[in-house]
């Protein structure tokens, strides 16, 4: 199985903050690398697909980059909405596994 | 819109069986590819099955043998037969939609039910 790892597994950060998250797979993944967001008794919410494509209606502060076995989701001028818990999840290869998540705290 | 909506979680005894369904509406089942995620309680995600659209499945190694993902078209309803449950089957069970991108080359999970709760005790 592919594991991704996440960095850091939680961070504090204020409104108005950029904060990146890191994930980084045990192989290559090419570009099939999502990014979800998942708050306290809710489902995961896709942020990003394909590493960089915001899923409509997703605002354009997160932005996703990276290839292969580096990954990033950078969240610029965070709000109040965006704390939460933040998972990586890689659809190359089944099972599709998902990171263990950054919680994003203020 | 697209909607999902699971039910038949509840409180099971070891090697028990439960099924839960999962209720589809904005879209066929029949012709999309299907997943059920579970998250135990304050861990992460986990991908226990994926349905494909010919109707064969994928199973987690930890619930291979166990579980039975399954689809009614005619009620565009998903199923996950869960037998012989242990206690680390204890999770909220969601279901999801698998949007096929890159040609069919990869999938994310657009569209989720709002979970079911699943325990596995005696």
């Known amino acids: 199985d592919i594991q991704l790892t996440q960095s850091p597994s939680s961070l504090s950060a204020s409104v108005g903050d950029r904060v990146s998250i890191t994930c980084r797979p045990s192989?290559?993944?090419?570009?099939?690398l999502n990014w979800y967001q998942q708050k306290p008794g809710k489902a995961p919410k896709l942020l990003i697909y394909g590493t960089s494509i915001l899923q409509s209606g997703v605002p354009s502060r997160f932005s996703g980059s990276g290839s292969e076995t580096d990954f990033t989701l950078a969240i610029s001028s965070l709000q109040p909405d965006d704390f939460a818990t933040y998972y990586c999840q890689q659809s190359y290869i089944t099972p599709y596994t998902f990171g263990q998540g950054t919680k994003l705290e203020i | 819109e697209v909607q999902l909506v699971e039910s038949g979680g509840g409180l099971i005894q070891p090697g028990g069986s439960l099924r839960l369904s999962c209720a589809a509406s904005?879209?066929?089942?029949?012709?999309?590819?299907m997943i059920w995620v579970r998250q135990a309680p304050a861990k992460g995600l986990e991908c226990v099955s994926v349905l494909y659209r010919g109707g064969g499945a994928f199973y987690a190694d930890s619930v291979k043998g166990r579980f039975i993902f399954s689809r009614d078209n005619s009620e565009n309803t998903l199923y996950l037969q869960m037998n012989s449950l242990r206690a680390e089957d204890t999770a909220v069970y969601y279901c999801?939609?698998?949007?096929?991108?890159?040609?069919?080359?990869?999938?994310?999970?657009?569209?989720w039910g709002q979970g079911t709760p699943v325990t596995v005790s005696s």
């Open positions: 999801a939609r698998a949007k096929e991108w890159d040609l069919g080359g990869s999938f994310y999970f657009d569209y």
């Open positions: 904005g879209f066929s089942v029949s012709n999309t590819y």
């Open positions: 192989q290559t993944i090419g570009s099939y």
